[in-house]
């Protein structure tokens, strides 16, 4: 019921010449059975746009203001994204929230500002290495899904990435064990909030060192209804293998 969804985070990584992985992308899932989202520096939006058009992958920005216009130099609003052709955007990185001191009621604003765009925010939330250290994993989660996440949503409007800050571009992956106690206990939380039908609905998402090699243990995970990739997004070789353990899985 919930449709898979492969989503890949370029970060600051690509110029012009890195819409040719989106050419090889689209080449090698000409009729994907899940959903595919690539993130791209905003820089590359509008022209991953065009080399997207007439196929499913979808593009999406990797931050938003929450604001729609005014006086925020250098930042970008729902509304630029979507006027270039996005359909998504990931609010709460946990790069963000750390080179950006971006709080959870920043974010919870940031998705309510993706939400009035008609944007899907991917909200992304996990725990550092010295809080899993201390047991405290799920407060933690249930913290920052308390505040990250606005009152009203959908499970059209809204995805979740759980992304433990440790396992980020360190290829240190939690046991498949961990990763299920965590997205089950996020389940439970989004039930528990928004009601049994969109809490149910509602895709999650890991993220974290994700890669061809253990994509399929990792999509056996009970909830877990994708993938957020970084590093092995970048380059079409590597990001395939990940979608089509999705689509086996
Ligand atoms: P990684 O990044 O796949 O390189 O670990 C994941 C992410 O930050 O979304």
Redo the contacts with the bound molecule.
Sequence with gaps: MRRKLAAG?W?MNGTSDALAQLTALRNAHPTPGVDILICPPATLISAAVVTAADHPLAIGGQDCHMAQIGAHTGDISAAMLKDAGASYVLTG???RRTDHNETDEMIRNKTKAAHAEGLIAVV?IGETLKEREAANTLDIIAGQLAGSLPDVLTAENTVI?Y?PVW????GKVPTTNQIGEVHDYIRTKLEQRYGAGVGKSIRILY????KGSNADEIFAVSNVDGA??????LKAEDFSPIITALENA
């Design positions: 985070n970060k990185h946990s790069e992304c990435a992304e396992a980020i571009g360190t993220g974290g060192s994700v957020l990739v970084g590093g092995a997004s």
